[in-house]
């Protein structure tokens, strides 16, 4: 691979504007450079001078924009291997099959569509009549084939219309995100689950919509509240049969480690619980309850449960596209 000559400033332009088309957040160069130092030792990252000149190795650059998407949730570890794909496919070569030969029929085939829906079970019987190989062994090469098509740094500049520029990862901090379809963008999900020592200081507004999404995907009908002037109660959770009484009624308390959530914030909740009729009421937190407040709770049989530091750390990690 040849070497590429930028300024300073046009190449972390460059790299922060595809990991933006390919997560969907944009990054600051400030942002970048701090992620980039975790692993790599670049003399030019201290460089004031966005106007001097660098020359980088292509695959340097593509090793520099992976690591940011890594580190921001956007490409599992799994991804970033370079022998995934070789290693896969010596597996059907040593069945006795051709993948090789399967994968240049299945790449002729998918541009013979240019842009039209491809239909996987015809594809698979197309490629099937010009080489014998299993079922399972197409299905492999598509899903490596996508992998590796959403791995790579190339990109094709999107139009206006299918890309929205993406959103700054700094406004998970200091402003209220909002979603079309979900309480928090799978974007910042990503982030927040491989990075959950961000969540304490994520905008108290984002760590309610987290837990909002986290109970949605369980299957409840979630109602978020307003934000100010809610009584206490930041998230109501329904059966989807019944949407007039809430079964849990949430607390979201986005709080540094040692700011501890006190046994009047425990009684007041669930006085809240209990004038709503709910059945269950809970305090999610990113320190901790406490040790009186999990004693009155328990001594009163309060129905209440709590959700502390490592729970709603394991909440985001839950969410995050890659977990399993």
Known sequence: MGSIRFSIGDYFDTITETVGIKSGLILTTSEAVKILKENFKESFFDDTN??????????????????IRHKIGNLS????????????????????????????????????YKGKDVDPLITIKQVQERITVP?????????LLADHQFASSYVNLPQIEQWDGGRPLSHLFNCELKSKENFLDQEFLDYLAVNSDKLEVVHWRNFERMCAEYFKRLGYEIVLG????????????????????????????????????????????????????????LI?????????????????????????????????????????
């Open 284 to 324: 999610a937190t990113t320190s901790y309850i406490a040790k009186g407040g999990k004693k009155v709770a328990s001594a009163r049989n309060y129905s209440l449960s709590f959700a502390e530091n490592e729970d709603v750390k394991k909440w985001a990690l839950s969410m995050w596209r890659y977990s399993k």
């Open 226 to 281: 307003p934000g100010t002037n809610d009584g206490g109660v930041d998230i109501r959770a329904f059966s989807k049969k019944d949407k007039q009484q809430p079964l849990l009624l949430i607390q979201c308390k986005r709080h540094a480690k040692d700011n501890i959530v006190d046994i009047p914030t425990v009684k007041a909740f669930y006085s809240d619980v209990e004038f709503e009729k709910a059945k269950h009421g």
């Open 135 to 143: 079922d399972e062994m197409i299905i492999e090469i598509a899903i």
């Open 77 to 112: 570890e799994e991804q970033m291997n370079p022998l995934r794909m070789s290693d896969a496919l010596m597996k059907w070569v040593n069945a006795g099959f051709d993948p090789i030969g399967a994968m240049k029929i299945f790449i002729d085939i998918i541009g013979s």
């Open 50 to 67: 966005l106007e001097d000149g660098i020359r980088i190795r292509s695959e340097i650059v593509e090793s520099h924009i992976q690591w």
